[in-house]
């Protein structure tokens, strides 16, 4: 089996970059544009996996060798050139259409998802996004993902039961194809480039979830932030953190219990370290019905949640409250607040509709989450003309 080198990349002359307007099968296209160098090794998924894992492309898990074959018919289903760079990692390595493809055929990903993988890289490869510190770090952090529009059942994206982790969709794959990148394209390797000191699961597969629109009071999150239809936030995650509240009955009582259950000192959000943050919650679409029925504005939402995510200053030992004190972060009141404003307090409805919970996803800290639309092809061939 054969699994890449091939001539310099080429197309036609005077055909945009952005738009591959044929269909050109696995086998059928004029010019060569696959660059990634070839290896030959049995077809085989054990015997793949194995030269994986001594080479420093796998993560440990079974992966499909990404053959020319392969690579071709996932980039034949979609329009776009190989060549094309999505975005830079942080030693500026380019991060083309094709390195994306060849670790999405090694995760199992299916070629209707490229356009997700595609924008949830180009959110990460955002300056803002500071994926440099996300991934060098020693703590666990790892991109976590939130999708919305129709995609989300196109995907099969899950944003009910158990939609951060566990559910068989094919939103693992998805996930696994984004860490992949991040293992074969942004170099994150622990112990070398990466100095977190006990990582994370998500570091395998990520998180991607939906968000559950048709159960949300609110508007979604993307148009939220100002990108409707088809899209994706990636935010950055320390891990997830379940919050239970079997007892309140109001609206006030499960936002007062949220907001204290994301404040803890050890988080992020409270580091001398870290001197902005984002908190990233979600709420079960029945909590998110008690809230809404008096409190209709989610802004005001965020609002309350964030007046209850705080720690008194003086709760702090003395030498991290001396640090946070000249950062200006003990406010009048004498309270440390997760987040600098109430709009940093990121509110999304997910989960099922067992009991009533909410998901807290604390943030690395000076990284920001960013909102990207899904390409189309007629976005693409409007970009063309």
Known sequence: MTIHKIRPSGRPANVPHTLVSH????EACEIDWLVS?????????????????????????????????????????????????????????????????????????????????IAALEGVTQPDFELYGVNATTASVYPAFVVNGPIRKELDIPCSYG?????????NAIGRAIRLVMRNVAGQ????????????????ASIVMGEFEERSPWAPLAERRGVSGNAVTAMNTMGTMNILDTTSTGAMAFIEMIGKSVAYPAANCFSPAMEYSEMYIGINPICADLIAREISNIEDVQEAIWKFAKLPGDWLQEHHRVQVEAQGRIREDGFIYATPEPKDIILFVAGGLGGLHALGLHSFGSSLAQTRALATVDAKATQAA
């Not at 939609?163 to 939103?171: D, K, L, P, R, S």
């Not at 390797?189 to 395998?204: D, E, H, I, K």
């Open 23 to 26: 269909d050109c099968g696995p």
């Open 189 to 204: 390797v622990a112990g070398v480039t990466s100095q977190t000191t006990f990582g994370s699961p998500g570091r395998l």
């Open 37 to 117: 160098d070839r290896v030959e090794v049995d077809d085989d998924i054990s015997a793949f996996t194995s030269l994986s894992l001594e080479q420093g492309w796998g993560d440990g898990l079974p992966l499909v060798p990404p053959t020319e074959n392969r690579v071709r018919a996932f980039l034949s289903e979609n329009h776009r050139y190989p060549d094309k760079v999505i975005g830079r990692m942080p030693d500026s390595t380019e991060c083309t259409v094709e390195k994306i493809v060849v670790n999405a055929v090694m995760a199992g990903a299916r070629p209707e998802s490229l356009e997700l993988i």
């Open 163 to 171: 939609c951060a982790g566990g559910v068989a969709t094919q939103a």
